[in-house]
């Protein structure tokens, strides 16, 4: 996602820096007119802004305030837009430690994939304090529509996790639903054509059924990511004393997977703990 | 929805009988050009085509055989439009016994609420025989677009009920959605707009999300319909072997609804029960 990202950053003028572990990755990036960095210290400084595309708050964190991180190197006043998906805890927590070095933070998860990424139509999710979600807009405007939530850290966050609970549920209704359909003697092109014309259609059920009976299999989100985030629903709602029993099967289904080994597999492959397990 | 779609049919130029208990009915039904029937075999009578917008298969086949049926009054080779979410035996059973009455049926569950019925841009599955299919399409052409799904009666019920296991599943996700996002101090309005706009829409979340905040509230299904539904998906899981963990959790809380008398309440209404119950 930070690929395409970067793209459309420079495509809108910004001079970029790009931090990442894979030397390919690093060199598609130089060629396609970015500056790649090794170290996030190195893309960090003097960076008016730092967009944090990681996969959890640990990493975030230690991307900023570990060894080599990014807060110290950044000028005061500096934006840190925090793209990730973590509890609300977490974003308040790392605004709170930028603050401490005159840094501003807006909690900014996106939704959409590489396509969305590349064209510029992501949805972004932004809260913070005004002044610097405003301060944010113009780095963010060339990555997609922004859709302000509120004042608070944690609160874009907040709405991000309800967005996976949706995504998680739907993805293994889907698996559900196709994996009777294998059963039960459907085509499943038909299911497909007939199911996203019919009131029984997600984005998960359009996108993952498809790859689910063999064909187009692009890369997609890992199930330990979807896991990660299911845990992060739980946590939310246990916290605000909400039941949420479909939620929670769905956490259970991707847990289990995760401890047979599956965990790296894409997301959709969840189908396969459906079709074996006969109750 | 069998009014709306009389209309269309009237438009296309049809002579068409409408039956309904509503005394009201069936007035503003014969102002609108048509004619009231009091009775399935009044309105059979040499019929070429009924369409039969009932409940379930108990509904169905009380109107098509029993007392004042309609299977005795409609001419040999008249076509019988199935249009109810039942049973794959149901509806094959049906057509079995239509054809003891030299009379022909197409399995033609639809998608669509009341809006769709009235612009005929309805979701339609049609199974059965390809020559009785071929005689319906005139019939079911100004009401929505066919899906043609297999020779065989009872293949577009299954294609309807795997539908509907999404819809149930995709409704109570939005119940959980939406019940956290109260509790989370989430605003709504928000929630709605950036969820559309993500990864984890459905059709159900977009429609009925802001019925369940409370505003517009027109008539959906009832809570006792997608009960229904969802025990004929259970049924037909159960007897292919299939593994439906949320299919089963949705339709525990649709049944605990519908015993604490909610049954007869819109759909929507199922937020209550997550509401109230904290684990």
Do not use: W
């Not at 922004?146 to 608070?152: K, M, Q, T």
């Amino acid at each position: 996602m930070g690929f395409p990202m970067s793209l459309r950053l420079m495509q809108a003028g910004f001079d970029v820096r790009g931090v990442d572990r894979d030397e390919r990755t690093r060199k598609r990036f130089t060629e396609a007119g970015g500056g790649a960095a090794l170290t996030m210290a190195e893309a960090a400084r003097d960076a008016q802004a730092l967009l944090l595309l990681v996969v959890n708050a640990a990493q975030a964190e230690d991307v900023l305030f570990g060894t080599d991180g990014a807060a110290r190197m950044m000028p005061p006043g500096g934006v840190v837009l925090l793209s990730l998906t973590a509890s609300p805890q977490s974003a308040a927590g790392i605004g709170a430690r930028l603050a401490e070095h005159d840094l501003r933070m807006v909690d900014a998860p996106v939704s959409g994939g590489v396509k969305r990424a590349a064209d510029g139509t992501l949805t972004i999710l932004a809260s913070g304090p005004s002044a610097d979600v405003d301060a944010a807009r113009r780095f963010l405007a060339p990555l997609g529509n922004v859709h302000e939530i509120g004042p608070l850290h944690g609160q874009a966050s907040t709405v991000k996790l309800i967005n996976q609970l949706l995504c998680g549920v739907h993805l293994v209704a889907a698996a559900e639903a196709v994996a009777l359909a294998e059963r039960a003697g459907v085509d499943l092109r038909v299911l497909h054509r007939v199911v996203t014309a019919s009131s029984g259609t997600s984005h998960m059920f359009a996108s993952r059924a498809p790859m689910m009976r063999g064909d187009d299999r692009p890369p997609t989100a890992a199930i330990n990511i979807l896991l990660k985030d299911l845990a992060l629903v739980d946590a939310l709602g246990t916290s605000v004393g909400a039941h949420m029993p479909l939620a929670r099967t769905a956490l259970e289904l991707f847990g289990e997977a995760s401890s047979q080994g599956a965990g790296a597999r894409n997301d959709y492959e969840i189908i396969q703990y459906l079709r074996l397990s006969v109750p």
